[in-house]
């Protein structure tokens, strides 16, 4: 029904940006909220920041707050994840996700999310 793809992950050194983006497909993107979600290898996924249908509510988690960026763009139906300060326990795959009713604040969303891409690959190392 929606489908959603990752794509901007690499690798970047410590310290370095890197922008995700989440082109997303099939519904009208506007109707829905969006999440980005991270699993390190060996971890469970775990929340990283969430944004409202207009992009009016946005929610980041600790370790990402004052770092990261989380944006929408309606028209080109896109999100997008900037990330600064990458630090080496930021290495995960990052998942965008999208839900109908719901702005994910916390990783407890993990289970409400309708619709998921299949991640892209960010690794930060020297």
């Known amino acids: 029904q929606v489908k959603l793809v990752e794509s901007g992950g690499g690798l970047v050194q410590p310290g370095g940006s890197l922008t995700l983006s989440c082109a997303s497909s099939g519904r009208r993107f506007s109707d829905y909220t969006m999440a980005w979600f991270r699993q390190a290898p060996g971890k469970d996924r775990e929340f990283v920041a969430g944004i409202g249908w207009s992009g009016s509510s946005i929610y980041y988690a600790d370790s990402v707050r004052g770092r990261f960026t989380v944006s929408r763009d309606n028209d080109k139906n896109t999100g997008f994840l900037k990330m600064n300060s990458l630090k080496p326990s930021d290495t995960a795959v990052y998942y965008c996700?999208?839900?109908?009713?719901?702005?994910?604040?916390?990783?407890?969303?993990?289970?409400?999310?309708?619709?998921w891409g299949n991640g892209t690959l960010v690794i930060v190392a020297s």
């Open positions: 996700a999208a839900d109908s009713t719901t702005i994910a604040t916390s990783t407890a969303y993990v289970a409400d999310m309708d619709y």
